[in-house]
T-cell receptor, first 114, second 112 residues
């Protein structure tokens, strides 16, 4: 029974490039959450999605960041024109039921912007 | 955004000692969660609390949901080297329970 999977585990981009982070939720889970973690800090909520719908994107920067969770395939967090300040660990979590249900986390993608 | 006040920020203890850490919020919460994060990994849920006064154990770990609903603590008894990691509290505000609010973590180091 695979847990939440994220890839790549490490991603290096130069300033101005695009970063695509993928998250496959646990089997049967249709709720996905993205968080960002800076070194020595806690997790900051970015966006909550259900299949084909964005439920809450209040933590997402207004520009350059977007997220989707299509009917088929993984959830994608996309960062366009990356800047050094985007360097962080990005975690995906999934839950079976809605937003008040237990969230299970993936191992994260560590993005480094050169 | 809203953040939980988690303390201590870090602890360095001897193997076998007991550990206590806590979290406080400025508003009433209806859920408290304790996670552990190992280096290079995602957080793993340790204990979930849903009722004021609730005391729950998971092996050597014990956590309580404070009576005021504005705090929670986590105790680890008889620490061992594999307890090393960062412990995060997280909770849901009773007025807006959609989002998980996170503490900044307690970094635990155990000297064998």
């Amino acid at each position: 029974n695979a847990g939440v999977m994220q890839n790549p585990r490490h991603l290096v981009r130069r300033r101005g490039q695009e970063a695509r982070l993928r998250c496959s939720p646990m089997k049967g889970h249709s709720h996905v959450y993205w968080y960002r973690q800076l070194p020595e800090e806690g997790l900051k909520f970015m966006v909550y999605l259900q299949k084909e719908n964005i439920i809450d994107e209040s933590g997402m920067p207004k520009e350059r960041f977007s997220a989707e969770f299509p009917k088929e395939g993984p959830s994608i967090l996309r960062i366009q024109q990356v800047v050094r300040g985007d360097s962080a660990a990005y975690f995906c979590a999934s839950s079976l039921q809605g937003s008040t249900d237990t969230q299970y986390f993936g191992p994260g993608t560590r993005l480094t912007v050169l | 955004g809203q953040q939980l006040n988690q303390s201590p920020q870090s602890m360095f203890i001897q193997e076998g000692e007991d550990v206590s850490m806590n979290c406080t919020s400025s508003s009433i919460f209806n859920t408290w969660l304790w996670y552990k994060q190992d280096p290079g990994e995602g957080p793993v849920l340790l204990i979930a609390l849903y009722k004021a006064g609730e005391l729950t154990s998971n092996g050597r770990l014990t956590a309580q949901f404070g009576i005021t609903r504005k705090d929670s603590f986590l105790n680890i008894s008889a620490s061992i080297p594999s307890d090393v990691g960062i412990y995060f509290c997280a909770g849901r505000d009773a007025g807006n329970n959609r989002k998980l609010i996170w503490g900044l973590g307690t970094s635990l180091a155990v000297n064998p």
